[in-house]
């Protein structure tokens, strides 16, 4: 079983020092994650279903790890904590639920569209995995960028997150639009609409990564719930 590594029940009391080591916890729990989602081009947009079985190991210790901190966050809270450190405490909460549900939408959904992309043996043209690529890569800076902010409180790192939005979302959904338009002026095989639709999917599944990714970094900023983590060091 893949256990924690820095939680340890010795520095309950004292949750700050306890904290600090919950964020180097939830860095690991995001390390996985990254590991996982720069699989995403191997394994999903070539349909490659063994590479799919190593992402969903790597989301069982993803899990494994969200329950442990879960856990420990719980005992942390039961301590009578200063409104700060109750903060911190609440803010670290939301932010591996973030980490978890981006695990889990390359575990599920993700790992739907690299089935389909085997089953109906979809090659992508070099145009479409160009595009595929490009903002795969964005998304992947933007929660590597996420994961340095809540670990070190960079908030430079969760600022420069929040403004790749134009890139990627923007840039995504124009790109899908003019695509979509062009599609529908033109006659397509079977296998030229099936490789259509998931793309579009894949792209989709991109966005929601990304928006799960700029919560983490709002709370960072203060700008969604808890507080950021300088506030415990005040």
């Given at each position: 079983?893949?256990?924690?590594?820095?939680?340890?029940?010795?520095?309950?009391?004292?949750?700050?020092?306890?904290?600090?080591?919950?964020?180097?916890?939830?860095?690991?729990m995001?390390?996985?994650?990254?590991?996982?989602?720069a699989?995403?081009?191997?394994?999903?947009?070539?349909?490659?279903?063994?590479?799919?079985?190593?992402?969903?190991?790597?989301d069982e210790?993803?899990?494994?790890?969200?329950?442990?901190?879960?856990?420990?966050?719980?005992?942390?809270?039961?301590?009578?904590?200063?409104?700060?450190?109750?903060?911190?405490?609440?803010?670290?909460?939301?932010?591996?639920?973030?980490?978890?549900?981006?695990?889990?939408?390359i575990?599920?959904?993700?790992?739907?569209?690299?089935?389909?992309?085997?089953?109906?043996?979809?090659?992508?043209?070099?145009?479409?995995?160009?595009?595929?690529?490009?903002?795969?890569?964005?998304?992947?800076?933007?929660?590597?960028?996420?994961?340095?902010?809540?670990?070190?409180?960079?908030?430079?790192a969760?600022?420069m997150?929040?403004?790749?939005?134009?890139?990627?979302?923007?840039?995504?959904?124009?790109?899908v639009?003019?695509?979509?338009?062009?599609?529908?002026?033109?006659?397509?095989?079977?296998?030229?609409?099936?490789?259509?639709?998931?793309?579009?999917?894949?792209?989709?599944?991109?966005?929601?990564?990304?928006?799960?990714?700029?919560?983490?970094?709002?709370?960072?900023?203060?700008?969604?719930?808890?507080?950021?983590?300088?506030?415990?060091?005040?």
């Amino acid at each position: 079983k893949f256990m924690p590594r820095y939680l340890d029940d010795g520095m309950l009391d004292t949750p700050p020092l306890a904290l600090s080591m919950v964020r180097r916890e939830t860095r690991r729990m995001g390390e996985v994650v990254e590991e996982m989602l720069a699989n995403v081009p191997a394994t999903v947009f070539q349909g490659d279903l063994d590479k799919m079985t190593e992402i969903r190991d790597k989301d069982e210790q993803v899990d494994a790890l969200y329950g442990a901190i879960n856990s420990y966050l719980t005992k942390v809270s039961r301590r009578d904590l200063m409104e700060s450190t109750a903060n911190e405490a609440m803010m670290l909460t939301t932010t591996t639920t973030e980490i978890e549900n981006i695990g889990d939408i390359i575990e599920i959904h993700m790992s739907h569209l690299a089935t389909m992309c085997s089953v109906n043996h979809i090659a992508f043209s070099e145009e479409d995995l160009n595009s595929l690529n490009l903002f795969h890569g964005r998304v992947k800076k933007a929660f590597g960028s996420a994961m340095v902010a809540i670990e070190h409180d960079r908030r430079a790192a969760a600022q420069m997150v929040l403004d790749m939005e134009q890139e990627i979302i923007g840039d995504m959904e124009e790109l899908v639009t003019k695509r979509q338009r062009a599609f529908l002026q033109e006659d397509h095989t079977s296998q030229e609409m099936a490789a259509f639709t998931l793309q579009t999917d894949i792209m989709e599944n991109l966005k929601r990564i990304y928006e799960h990714t700029k919560r983490i970094s709002k709370l960072v900023l203060r700008q969604e719930g808890g507080t950021a983590l300088a506030t415990i060091h005040s």
